[in-house]
């Protein structure tokens, strides 16, 4: 016969001392009493003459519980004490049968914790960490071994960003070639969302850089097992156009005085993108030590230049990039707070920068429409395409095309790259100092300029 009730159970008390205890209410159920009193239903029994104890799950008070009582609840959830002496009684009936439960209940959390480690994430955390040398440290901080896998790094983020909100808590088995696909489309077609309903940033080159990433994973892991098999990726890469665009004078002008009144390191990272023709990712992760003085090899006065590892390029070897005076004055106005210039905390470098651009795009189409109330915003156009535009720059202030190329930080190749080994150091100061001068001339026309241009 039953002994406790709902108004007996919340009077349980926490006993002197650190130490739990149990309140039997029959057929085997007890109320556990933690040292904290938390309260708790746990069933006790005999298999082989060796005592077992099986916790059923938290007691749940009254006023906890909705109206309509749940009608699945299984081990472990918190119940009512109708529900835990149904399961007791449950339990008790198991082993009349010959059945421990305790040992289906470990079976079961076996299979949860097997499937839980066999999400297409928990494969990819595995994969970098064997392929790309990835290392967490205590503060959640991630890094990765260059020298395992140069792409590390940006694989990562491109999964977080892109693959993790659709496949990552997919088991591996159950991704299909469909599932990709289906995910494709949406990532090409800029349709894509994260976990907060937001449009994630897409197009054909994201899409065949996320399937990039996904299928080396999805074909290590097939390596790695003998039953899995990855789907089949053919027919699935997506058609790419070469971009081309590139900011004409007019957007320029808009761009840069923007840039200048936006507060903060983003506009100044705009103008050092597009007076050194570097990529993003370099530019943003720039650390105080890469930048430094040396004595120039013509005029022998001092120069400053920046040398990018080769940890941090797409080219392998160190690329020592002049800065010009004007790239200078940027990075002087930014507040020296940390190892990285382009930083908010000191701490970490500027990313997330679709957020970043979304931000300024709306200042810029604010600054258009100071002029005219009717105007629309600029044509589309990414941070990268400020490299694009750099080297066309450089190509109308009359720098000779390999220079050029090597301010974009393209080494010379084939047999040239075998017996040119001339730095070119000479040639991209002077590169970068009449790109600096163009850009100037561009984004603060003078009167004198329109009247030659009239003529």
Known sequence: MAQLTDIAIRNLKPKAGPKAWEKPDGRGLYVFVGVTGAKSFVCRYRVGGKPQKLTIGRWLPPEERSATPPTDVRLGDPMSLATARKLAADIMLQLNRGHDPAVAKRDEVQAKQQAAENTFRSVAERYFTEVCGMRVDADGAVTFNREMKRSGSEQWRTLKRQVFPTLGNKPLEAITKADIREWLDKLAKGKLRNDEGQIIEGGPVAANRALAAVRAILLWREEQSDVYRAPSFRGLTRDEK??????????????????????????????????????????????????????????????????????????????????????????????????????????????????????????????????????????????????????????????????????????????RGVYDKHDFLQEKHEAYEALASLIERIVTPTDTVVAFRKA
């Open 242 to 415: 070469a971009r081309e665009r590139s900011l004409n004078d007019d957007e320029l002008r808009v761009i840069w005085k923007v840039a200048s009144e936006t507060t903060g390191p983003f506009g100044l990272f705009l103008k050092f993108l597009l007076l050194t023709a570097s990529r993003r990712t370099e530019a943003s992760a720039m650390t105080r030590s890469e930048v430094t003085e040396i004595v120039g090899k013509r005029n022998h006065e001092k120069e400053v230049i920046w040398t990018l590892p080769a940890s941090r390029n797409k080219a392998g070897k160190d690329l020592v990039r002049p800065l010009s005076k004007a790239a200078i004055d940027v990075l002087n106005e930014l507040p020296n707070i940390g190892k990285f210039f382009f930083t908010t905390d000191g701490e970490t470098p500027i990313s997330g920068y679709a957020l970043w651009k979304r931000q300024f795009d709306e200042r810029v189409l604010a600054e258009l429409r100071r002029a005219d109330p009717k105007a629309e915003p600029l044509p589309h156009f990414q941070l990268h395409d400020f490299r694009r535009t750099a080297r066309s720059l450089l190509s109308r202030a009359g720098v000779s095309p390999d220079v050029a190329e090597q301010c974009l930080g393209h080494l010379v190749t084939g047999i």
